[in-house]
């Protein structure tokens, strides 16, 4: 893919229909071929998460409608249709205040972890109506320009919380009695969540990506150890990269909390990306990992009361020091609120000029 050097003229867009008063860039290439070079570690222009990419989470999975997150080609109120079953028929609450789900605590569905041997029911996913959800969104709301993302939003150690409550739930990886219960539960939640990735790559051919959630978290520190993760979680995530990137799809790590210390699980589970929380150190962990891994660098805040001429400063700054082409990293969308319009077009500019296209 042959991209031309910077042009200024990348900068004079139209105006942006979502933000009055805020020109769109006119990328030398779509955003799928944009972002896709980065993935491909060969950027064009600094990625910001989440803006330049394309949600897709389909009704047709019973999660995103009880998680109260549905993106795609029909609309979806969240506060009149959010919440209900899940595809294990958990029953999950719509919290307005927080705009999204949870699993209301207290009543858990499994006491111990090898009753899912029992008490478990299967999803039937060749029922659900891939057909229809294919029609709605091919070719209109995952158009091929796009860099596509599917969301999946329960992992393997948020689901074992949906079944357990997240007290039992961590004593369950620790308990030696239930230890091989969990591992048999992961391994067979891996097979099924194959199926379903199979299903959306043979339906909507124009997912590029997979972006999957298993928080591991607190505001201070890691739930667990990091040689617990690899045992008891990795060797089972390393099977859904492995299988999504021998289809050429790329694998997007969403995972909340202070994970520094698990950041060489999170390699060895097959990631291509992971985007920290705030909570942590972006830079050490871009000093540390970002040859092997793609990290979303949260920057330092702009000062108070910032001039135009401080912001593209600041931008210009971030851009020198993680627009690297032989080291790239992406723009966080836990630090969206920075990007102000002088800072987001420096540091375009900045990062096509770094980038050596």
Same mark, same amino acid.
């Given at each position: ?59 047709? +999975? ?34 307005? $205040?927080?705009?999204?789900?949870? $699993? ?8 111990? %972890? ?6 478990? $029911? ?11 959800? /294919?029609?709605?969104?091919?070719? =209109? ?18 689901? +074992? ?12 990886? &620790? ?5 091989? /219960?969990?591992? %048999? ?14 299903? &959306?790559? =043979? ?39 492995? &299988? ?15 994970? +520094? ?27 540390? &990992?970002?040859?092997? +891994? ?41 630090? %969206? ?21």
């Amino acid at each position: 893919m042959a991209i031309p050097k910077f042009d200024p003229k990348e900068l004079d867009g139209p105006e942006s229909p979502f933000m009055p008063g805020v020109k769109m860039i006119n990328y030398p290439v779509s955003p799928y071929e944009g972002i896709k070079a980065l993935y491909d570690r060969k950027p064009v222009w600094q990625v910001l998460d989440s803006m330049d990419n394309r949600i897709f989470t389909p009704r047709i +999975l019973p999660d995103n409608v009880a998680r109260a997150f549905v993106i795609e080609g029909a609309p979806f109120d969240a506060a009149t249709e959010g919440g209900g079953p899940d595809m294990f028929g958990i029953e999950w609450e719509y919290i307005p $205040v927080a705009t999204g789900s949870m $699993v209301r605590p207290g009543k858990p569905f499994l006491e111990e %972890a090898d009753e899912w041997y029992d008490k478990l $029911v299967w999803p039937d996913i060749d029922a659900w109506d891939w057909e229809g959800s /294919a029609k709605l969104n091919n070719g =209109t709301f995952l158009s091929p320009d796009n860099f596509n993302v599917a969301w999946f939003q329960t992992g393997w150690y948020e689901r +074992l919380i949906s079944f357990m409550d997240f007290e039992a739930a961590i004593m369950a990886l &620790y308990d030696e009695d239930q230890k091989e /219960a969990v591992k %048999a539960l992961f391994d067979k939640l891996t097979d099924l969540y194959i199926r379903i990735f199979e299903k &959306y790559i =043979t339906y909507f051919p124009d997912v590029h990506a997979f972006f999957i959630h298993d928080d591991w978290g607190s505001q201070k520190e890691t739930f667990f150890s990091p040689a617990l993760a690899e045992e008891m979680i990795v060797p089972y995530m390393k099977r859904v990269t492995d &299988y999504l990137h021998s289809k050429g799809k790329y694998c997007i790590l969403h995972s909340c909390g202070q994970l +520094l210390k698990q950041v060489p699980n999170i390699i060895a589970a097959g990631w291509d990306a992971w985007g920290p929380q705030l909570m942590n150190d972006s830079y050490k962990i871009y000093e540390l &990992y970002g040859d092997k +891994l793609l990290i979303g660098i949260n920057p330092d805040p702009l000062p108070e009361g910032a001039t135009e001429e401080e912001q593209r400063a600041a931008a210009r700054e971030f851009a020198n020091k993680f627009c690297n082409p032989d080291k790239p990293s992406f723009f966080n969308f836990y630090s %969206a609120s920075i990007l102000t319009p002088a800072y987001r077009e420096e540091l375009y500019k900045q990062s096509r000029i770094n980038y050596g296209v």
